[in-house]
DNA sequence: ACGATCGATGAGCTAGGCTCATCGATGAGG
DNA sequence: CCTCATCGATGAGCCTAGCTCATCGATCGT
């Protein structure tokens, strides 16, 4: 089969709107003779006649007139979604963005989301990524862009937008000895067990998130892995072992046997990002980085 | 705006599914430069990139997989609307086939229809024209073809099929002096008042209907005038009026305040026939006419 | 380092898309 | 009945857009 004839069905549309191939030339922008080669065309293509057609009068054939009752449509709806695209291109968007987050998303950016979607209408999708891999789904393409730990160090990876830093916590099962501390202080993380990230992420983030000694140079203990935020809490309800994280996972995660201590003198303290694909900036998530930036200047601001 | 860019669309749209440029060349017999040109210029159309390529992979952008998915659908349907149009037009026919009857319509052109929605796979609607007016609705193009009483003498008409030529029946109220007669015959016509149709028959077609006098000369009266076979019973019942119908009506009209008393001796019996415009002859329309033939010959030759 | 593969690009050809001029048909008006 | 005006069809011819060919540069495997 040959090419979509787009001329020919334009100008049958106009045509049956209009019943006179002078206004319909005048419309579609061409001669008159051109709307006659153009129906002539398009009905030896369908191998009917569509128009019936004398120097006095232009009437659809019956045929004519069902075959525009279904191409008709048809044809808008392909104008329409081209028209939609090249407007979205001309903002910058997608029509569906697709954020993930390791854990849940917190009311910041809840709130900003709200906006975002409201700008740009568009829809929104939220996935949970998985702790231990926080670049692969962006990396991948799952997702347009993530709000995950930091730091990231990723020539292919932009960050549009840092939370400002916030202390960690140490996760210890009611029974710990640390249960009860008002606080931890870092140096004493060489004496626990910490629980480490397993997944797909680079070992310098790992490192981040669970380093490999104190200040002072006392090393820390590693000797699990856990792949997701709740198995993490689950391992260590029941063991000797700690997580360390950071504030917005705890506040989604309360459970009655789990301790949560604060751990002071951390000097990489935990920070939070948006990031995306380096390849795929685009002004809508630019647009998003700067949301969440007003949201967090607010909440900082009031709390 | 201008044109819808067909050809770029297809091109992007197998484009997207091989992710190859020299396959996509072959798929749409043309080079890979046209390819690799269409592609850029849909994306100049659109203003953003669809397909992310390097000489050693080619993959959509995510901007553009969302827009090959709105597209894909629309273009897909699209092609199919005009493809369907074609094969329709190949076995000469409509999607939808519109029927006028007067009165309603009776078993042998049931059961044609039945088969020949079956063989055309085509929707028939079927619609009831006015008994006064049994052409119009086929000369406006309101209905595609109609079964009516004959006879009719048009240029623009086509009598396509008639049916066997069948008794009068004169419908007259319970208390009328024919009511519990076994026969009347034609020459009693002429002391009867018949009841005429008003509407937009051409006259000889009323004159058949409602002769004006009978065979040995007598004038028959008609001061009386209905639009629909309905509003003639009603009359009839209430009234010395008397309506001349053929069986087929009746059959379809019991109703226990009218006698029907079959008229001897009448020439011009009254006859059925499936007509359509002359100008919009179908081989469609001309397989009914077939179909109806085969109905009527079996109803015969088994009744 | 080399060759193979692949997409981009520029030059150049040509068929298809379009216009112009004209014709014949049709209907209105005198 | 004749004339004029309107409208769609048609053929000749022009020109652009649609396409090919040849070539280049980038990238990856060996």
């Known amino acids: 089969m040959d090419q979509l004839p787009a001329r020919e069905i334009e100008c049958l549309l106009v045509l049956a709107g209009e019943l006179h191939f002078g206004r319909t030339a005048a419309r579609l922008g061409c001669s008159q003779s051109r709307v006659s080669q153009l129906v002539a065309a398009l009905e030896r293509r369908i191998g009917a006649k569509l128009v019936e057609r004398t120097s006095r009068r232009v009437e659809l054939t019956r045929f004519g007139a069902e075959f525009v009752g279904e191409v008709g449509p ?177 506040e989604r995660s309360r459970r009655g046997d789990v301790r949560y201590v604060p751990v002071s003198g951390m000097e990489a303290s935990s920070q939070l990002g948006l990031v995306w694909r380096t390849d795929r900036t685009t002004a809508q998530l630019e647009y998003l980085a700067r949301l969440l930036a007003e949201e967090s200047a607010r909440a900082s601001s009031t709390g």
Do not use: M
Not at 179 to 208: C, F, H, K, N, Q
């Open 74 to 250: 048809a044809y808008q709806r392909l104008v329409g979604v081209v028209g939609q695209a090249r407007e979205r291109a001309r903002r910058g968007g997608l029509a569906e963005v697709r954020i993930g987050f390791q854990g849940t998303a917190y009311e910041e950016v809840i709130e900003a989301l709200r906006r975002f979607k409201l700008h740009c209408q568009t829809s929104v999708v939220v996935t949970e990524v998985p702790y231990g891999s926080p670049f692969s789904a962006v990396l991948d393409g799952v997702v347009d862009c993530a709000v995950v730990e930091l730091p990231v160090r990723d020539e292919r990876l932009t960050v549009g937008f840092s939370f400002p830093p916030q202390d960690r916590l140490l996760a210890v099962g009611a029974e710990h000895p640390f249960a009860r501390r008002e606080r931890v202080d870092i140096e004493e993380l060489a004496s626990v067990d910490l629980i480490a990230s397993t997944g797909e992420a680079p070992g310098y983030w790992l490192a981040a998130q669970v380093p490999p000694a104190t200040p002072a140079g006392s090393e820390i203990r590693s000797t699990a892995g856990v792949a997701t935020l709740q198995e993490g809490l689950t391992l260590v309800a029941g063991s000797e072992h700690a997580l360390l994280l950071c504030r917005p996972f705890v």
